[in-house]
């Protein structure tokens, strides 16, 4: 079973701000490290992914960066901004069922 | 429309009851997935399905049922419903061929046991 541990729980940036959430994983056989968005009262959807023969990938304002020597991954948002607020979830696949391990969540809220 | 839906969207049941969550995808992915959700718990994995009439337990499968006849429908049921159980569901589907692993979420079913 795959095990992964996501930081912090809940974040409060400014507007403008950083927001920087971490994932880390145990199983090195994987190879694909998505975050996932939810905001209030919705499903999770994919925000970004990232393969591991890749250090950072970038789409706008989001970037993940990804440590394989450290077993790691982040989620940085740039610029944040309030419509960013939401609840973000780091996921590691288990590729021989197709299935996912979840990290718990973070909260972020961006203050306006 | 395409996409994954689910039914009902709010549900409030008494305890020993049983009550079917529906789900159906207009995809046609081979996988599917149950997740329930709770504060501080994040997705915890249910049941999932790899095919039609191929089902596995996830995390916490204890007090559900599962099928999947068709590759569309994937209905999760609690046979004996339990206020332990009062959560939101969450229906996914994923394909995997390719590599990518993406998981389509429905909008989720709050369920409340009372």
């Known amino acids: 079973q795959q095990q992964v541990k996501q930081s912090p729980q809940s974040l409060i940036v400014q507007k403008g701000g950083i927001s920087i959430i971490n994932c880390a994983y145990e199983?090195?056989?994987?190879?694909?490290f998505p975050w996932y968005q939810q905001f209030p009262g919705k499903g999770p959807a994919l925000l970004i992914a990232i393969r591991p023969d890749v250090s950072e990938k970038k789409e706008g304002r989001f970037t993940i960066s990804f440590n394989k020597s450290a077993k790691q991954f982040s989620l940085h948002i740039m610029d944040s901004q309030p419509g960013d607020s939401a609840t973000y979830f780091c996921a590691a696949p288990n590729t021989n069922a197709g299935k996912s391990t979840f990290g718990d969540g973070t909260t972020l809220t961006v203050k306006p | 429309d395409a996409g994954i839906t689910q039914s009902p969207r709010y549900k409030i049941t008494e305890t020993g009851r049983q009550v079917t969550l529906m789900c159906h995808q207009t995809w046609s992915h081979s996988y599917m997935f149950w997740y329930r959700q709770d504060l501080g718990h994040g997705l915890r994995l249910i049941y999932y399905?790899?095919?039609?009439?191929?089902?596995d337990k996830g995390e916490v499968p204890d007090g559900y049922v599962v099928s999947r006849s068709k590759t569309e429908n994937f209905p999760l049921t609690l046979e004996s419903a339990t206020r332990s159980q009062t959560s939101v569901y969450f229906c996914a589907s994923s394909e995997t061929r390719g590599g990518s692993y993406e998981q389509y979420f429905g909008p989720g079913t709050r369920l409340t046991v009372t």
């Open positions: 399905s790899a095919a039609a009439d191929i089902t």
């Open positions: 199983n090195t056989a994987f190879d694909y």
